[in-house]
């Protein structure tokens, strides 16, 4: 029959308009346009993650079975939302100031950015949501197959196997193109938060709309719906009090640990105000989407066959009443939370797994020396792409293996009790100062391994996993081990039974081995900043990076933030610091501010250990453990405020310096150019007088004797003019008494005719030039003529001065905001840090002078550059002589 085409054509259709909303939403979001993206109103839909295929589908199947019990998954979340100011909030300013990452990064950088606790948690929570992702790859399959029997087709998608592997590969590749194409430095993902909001949409529309043809159409009103329920089982379920509490109390933890929970709510969040909105919105939206589980419930047990699936009737009921549009409505509602859940879980799985586990292996097979000289940046979004993939593997072979048979619910109990393992380790490290990394540790493996007995093993069923006689007679045969019946209390309830020991020892060994242990410095530290994070938002010293080489730091942040990023973050440093040019001082403050940049892309221990391998020496100074020890507020703010009086001292002291020092040089400068202007015009005069007193007096002179003093004479003269010529370029440039001729013209033609000119001559000696011509197609409005005379000096500088054995001169032209930046990189042995100050004054020659010019270039294309209202100025870090020509916006008249 049609359905089952029409079925994937819609589906084909859905997650291409997906595509097309998170690639518009990116762009907008580059283009600057992006505000609404970030409204609380698509924060509070992107939680809606929270509702996966298990609430979509599950919620009903749960009612089914156990009555108003699947209230308390809504319950947990709701007080964890309306109770924001207590912790979320927390949560929230911790991962801002601290660039946290992922809920692995928050409890290794509280615990003195500690990699082994990010791959404990890291594993754990790989292990924690593989089921999860399986339950959403068998329920996508589940509701296709409604769709096969309905339809009786079974030939063309009886290979559920098959559907699922697809439904995987698609996700994979969606969250790889959203969620890896560039390493933003706060991990934020506009289009993939935007494509999920959509889904939230869409999944709470298609329930409703069902709810709604339920209680209206089938039923008939709302009267008859009560009646109903009130005469069905549901409406007599026994509420068990244990059970509801230690269920909201799961679901509430789960909702602050799950990885994609932390992922959407604290990582994506760009502002602490959107917890105001989404603290009644959500709550609003979970009871919404709860508002008709009951009377589908009631109705599918009512009307369907003996023995249907209860988990589908949301599907199954439109099909059974011949609302096949309906259905369809209701198939893309429960694929919306399948795949929304899925693409955000290994969207944050990916960042934690590539951070910790990846990365530091990768650092530490190459060593430091790579990572000045490899492309970090790369290295880390492969590693992010594969993660992406092996976790939506992982979930796939959990599908294929598990045999998709438990229902729906019990999975997703099982994984909400594995993450919540986080809960005490997390709140401990927000809240109280003591909690140290050890304890962190044992924390953590006392829960998971109670977790993985007690529940994780049991929930494949007897002598899957766990032996039946493990289950009666307890490990060894020691019966106070059963695993539904630790230290002999029986009669719980074996998922309340599960939960209470799992947490409850996991928080009491990490409590006391807290308090057994004492924390490095480091983690008091970080202690300090996460448990007092509203008292000091601002940074601890945690570098003294006097060894510090800026230039070093440049090229590593290059090769992790990225070129531009990179250059911007080190230019606005150099500026606020009052230094010139685009490497600041490595002062602590930089070090911090550049950790933390750095740790969006590579997360804090990774980027804490980069740094310091390249500052080297002790990454916590003495000033840190007396910060430590300056406990109280009033400590704080004290040397908070004379720090930063100091700290302005020291910046207008630095200035002052920088002042002095180039007057001086200035000073030295102008005296010596007098002496340089008579010397440069003498040597060419002596020669003419000389040689032109030859021929004047001497008769007997052979005709090619006169033939060659005469072109003597007359190089000498072009010389002395190009001299001259230059000087009074210069001195009408710097009395500015020029007039620009304003010209319009391609980008691309003055750059050939500058390269044809200074290529032109002097032997062509086999300077490479290389363009990427794309990007130069830009209509300027400028000077063109003087723009030229810039490129030209600079080409020749590269052609005169390049000391490279096959020398090569790089064109890149940038567009960054309005500006055009055009850098010349050759691949020479570069300008040394102190001669870079002072190659933009007027005589100034440094190195070897081969080519002997009078070192006004430079110089004059300073000039030239202020009128034209852009600038040039020397680029370091980039391996040979670097120049950077920026045209301010005004003279680009349109990207082509
Ligand atoms: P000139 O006009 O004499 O070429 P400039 O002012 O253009 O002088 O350059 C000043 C000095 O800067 C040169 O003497 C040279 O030592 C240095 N310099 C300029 N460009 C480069 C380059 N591409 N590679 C190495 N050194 C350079």
Same mark, same amino acid.
């Given at each position: 029959m049609a359905t089952m085409n029409i079925l994937v054509a819609v589906c084909l259709v859905y997650v291409t308009f997906l595509f097309a909303v998170a690639f518009g939403a990116e762009r907008a979001a580059r283009q600057g346009q992006g505000g609404w993206l970030r409204s609380p109103l698509v924060y509070t839909l992107?939680?809606?993650?929270?509702?996966?295929?298990?609430?979509?589908?599950?919620?009903?199947?749960?009612?089914?079975?156990?009555?108003?019990?699947?209230?308390?998954?809504?319950?947990?979340?709701?007080?964890?939302?309306?109770?924001?100011?207590?912790?979320?909030?927390?949560?929230?300013?911790?991962?801002?100031?601290?660039?946290?990452?992922?809920?692995?990064?928050?409890?290794?950088?509280?615990?003195?950015?500690?990699?082994?606790?990010?791959?404990?948690?890291?594993?754990?929570?790989?292990?924690?949501?593989?089921?999860?992702?399986?339950?959403?790859?068998?329920?996508?399959?589940?509701?296709?197959?409604?769709?096969?029997?309905?339809?009786?087709?079974?030939?063309?998608?009886?290979?559920?196997?098959?559907?699922?592997?697809?439904?995987?590969?698609?996700?994979?590749?969606?969250?790889i193109l959203f969620g890896t194409r560039n390493l933003d430095v706060n991990e934020r993902h506009h289009g993939v938060v935007i494509a999920i909001a959509v889904e939230a949409i869409v999944k709470l529309f298609a329930l409703l709309c069902v709810g709604a043809f339920v209680v209206w159409g089938v039923v008939g009103g709302v009267d008859e719906m009560m009646a109903r329920i009130d005469a069905s089982e549901i409406g007599h379920w026994q509420m068990r009090g244990d059970r509801w509490a230690s269920l909201i109390f799961l679901s509430a933890a789960a909702f602050l640990c799950l990885p994609r929970m932390f992922q959407v709510m604290v990582v994506e969040n760009d502002d602490e105000g959107h917890l105001r909105t989404a603290s009644w919105a959500f709550p609003a939206y979970l009871m919404v989407m709860s508002l008709f589980v009951v009377p589908i419930a009631v109705t599918g047990l009512d009307l369907l066959p003996e023995g249907s699936n209860p988990d589908l009737f949301v599907l199954t009921l439109p099909l059974a009443m011949g609302k096949e549009g309906l259905a369809m409505l209701s198939f893309i509602g429960g694929f919306s939370s399948a795949t929304s859940m899925v693409i955000v879980a290994a969207l944050a799985l990916s960042t934690m797994v590539s951070n910790h586990i990846v990365m530091p292996i990768w650092l530490s097979l190459t060593g430091s020396g790579a990572m000045v000289s490899g492309d970090v940046r790369n290295v880390v979004i492969m590693a992010r792409r594969f993660s992406i993939a092996g976790v939506v593997v992982l979930g796939y072979l959990y599908f294929r293996f598990s045999g998709g048979g438990a229902a729906l619910a019990s999975i997703g109990l099982v994984s909400f009790a594995g993450v919540a393992q986080f809960l005490p380790v997390l709140l401990g490290g927000v809240f109280w100062r003591g909690a140290t990394r050890v304890g962190a540790f044992t924390g953590l493996s006392v829960g998971f391994v109670v977790w993985v007995y007690c529940l994780l093993l049991p929930s494949f069923g007897p002598d899957v996993l766990m032996p039946t006689?493990?289950?009666?007679?307890?490990?060894?045969?020691?019966?106070?081990?059963? $695993?539904?019946?630790?230290?002999?209390?029986?009669?719980?309830?074996?998922?309340?039974?599960?939960?209470?020991? +799992?947490?409850?020892?996991?928080?009491?060994?990490?409590?006391?081995? +807290?308090?057994?242990?004492? $924390?490095?410095p480091l983690e008091r530290l970080q202690g300090a900043q996460f448990v007092n994070v509203y008292e000091h938002s601002s940074t601890p010293q945690s570098w003294s990076g006097n060894a510090a080489q800026s230039e070093d730091l440049m090229i590593m942040s290059q090769r992790i933030l990225g070129a531009r990023e990179a250059q911007a973050l080190f230019e606005s440093e150099a500026r606020r610091q009052g230094v010139s040019g685009y490497l600041p001082d490595t002062t602590p403050d930089f070090l911090q501010a550049?950790?933390?940049?750095?740790?969006?892309?590579?997360?804090?221990?990774?980027?804490?250990?980069?740094?310091?391998?390249?500052?080297?020496?002790?990454?916590?100074?003495?000033?840190?453990?007396?910060?430590?020890?300056?406990?109280?507020?009033?400590?704080?703010?004290?040397?908070?405020?004379?720090?930063?009086?100091?700290?302005?001292?020291?910046?207008?002291?630095?200035?002052?310096?920088?002042?002095?020092?180039?007057?001086?040089?200035?000073?030295?400068?102008?005296?010596?150019?007098?002496?340089?202007?008579?010397?440069?015009?003498?040597?060419?005069?002596?020669?003419?007088?000389?040689?032109?007193?030859?021929?004047?007096?001497?008769?007997?002179?052979?005709?090619?004797?006169?033939?060659?003093?005469? +072109?003597?004479?007359?190089?000498?003269?072009?010389?002395?003019?190009?001299?001259?010529?230059?000087?009074?370029?210069?001195?009408?440039?710097?009395?500015?008494?020029?007039?620009?001729?304003?010209?319009?013209?391609?980008?691309?033609?003055?750059?050939?005719?500058?390269?044809?000119?200074?290529?032109?001559?002097?032997?062509?000696?086999?300077?490479?030039?290389?363009?990427?011509?794309?990007?130069?197609?830009?209509?300027?409005?400028?000077?063109?003529?003087?723009?030229?005379?810039?490129?030209?000096?600079?080409? +020749?500088?590269?052609?005169?001065?390049?000391?490279?054995?096959? $020398?090569?001169?790089?064109?890149?032209?940038?567009?960054?905001?309005?500006?055009?930046?055009?850098?010349?990189?050759?691949?020479?042995?570069?300008?040394?840090?102190?001669?870079?100050?002072?190659?933009?004054?007027?005589?100034?020659?440094?190195?070897?002078?081969?080519?002997?010019?009078?070192?006004?270039?430079?110089?004059?294309?300073?000039?030239?550059m202020a009128r034209l209202g852009g600038s040039v100025s020397y680029l370091p870090g980039q391996g040979g002589a670097a120049f950077r020509v920026i045209l301010p916006a005004s003279s680009a008249m349109a990207a082509q």
């Open positions: 992107s939680l809606s993650i929270y509702c996966t295929a298990w609430t979509f589908y599950g919620a009903v199947g749960y009612a089914a079975r156990s009555g108003m019990e699947y209230l308390t998954i809504y319950i947990g979340p709701t007080l964890v939302m309306i109770g924001w100011w207590w912790c979320l909030r927390k949560l929230v300013r911790i991962g801002r100031t601290q660039r946290v990452t992922s809920i692995a990064d928050l409890i290794s950088s509280r615990y003195g950015k500690s990699n082994l606790l990010a791959i404990g948690v890291t594993v754990l929570a790989v292990i924690g949501t593989t089921p999860y992702i399986a339950l959403q790859l068998q329920s996508v399959t589940l509701s296709f197959s409604v769709f096969a029997d309905a339809s009786e087709s079974n030939g063309a998608l009886a290979d559920m196997d098959s559907t699922a592997l697809l439904v995987a590969m698609g996700l994979a590749l969606f969250t006689q493990i289950m009666q007679e307890g490990l060894f045969g020691w019966s106070w081990l059963r $695993p539904q019946a630790l230290f002999g209390i029986e009669g719980i309830d074996p998922m309340v039974h599960a939960i209470l020991w +799992s947490i409850s020892l996991n928080g009491l060994s990490f409590v006391l081995a +807290s308090m057994l242990g004492f $924390p490095t550049l950790e933390r940049a750095l740790s969006g892309s590579v997360g804090t221990a990774t980027a804490h250990a980069m740094i310091g391998q390249i500052v080297g020496g002790a990454s916590v100074s003495v000033e840190d453990l007396l910060a430590v020890a300056d406990e109280t507020a009033q400590m704080m703010e004290y040397s908070n405020r004379l720090e930063a009086k100091s700290e302005e001292q020291a910046r207008t002291a630095r200035q002052l310096r920088q002042a002095n020092e180039k007057l001086q040089q200035i000073s030295v400068q102008k005296d010596a150019f007098l002496s340089q202007v008579s010397h440069e015009l003498r040597t060419p005069m002596t020669s003419i007088r000389a040689f032109s007193e030859i021929l004047r007096d001497s008769e007997k002179l052979s005709e090619t004797e006169q033939v060659k003093y005469a +072109s003597i004479i007359h190089d000498e003269a072009l010389r002395l003019t190009r001299l001259l010529d230059d000087l009074l370029d210069l001195s009408v440039l710097e009395n500015g008494q020029v007039n620009l001729n304003i010209q319009q013209g391609q980008l691309s033609r003055v750059l050939d005719h500058a390269i044809a000119s200074a290529l032109t001559g002097s032997g062509q000696e086999g300077l490479k030039i290389s363009r990427d011509t794309a990007q130069e197609t830009v209509l300027l409005s400028t000077d063109l003529d003087r723009l030229s005379q810039v490129f030209i000096n600079l080409i +020749s500088n590269a052609r005169k001065y390049c000391d490279a054995e096959v $020398p090569e001169l790089v064109l890149r032209v940038t567009h960054r905001d309005d500006t055009i930046l055009i850098d010349f990189i050759d691949n020479g042995s570069g300008i040394s840090k102190n001669d870079q100050a002072v190659i933009f004054e007027k005589f100034a020659r440094v190195g070897a002078m081969r080519a002997g010019g009078a070192g006004l270039g430079l110089a004059i294309c300073r000039e030239i």
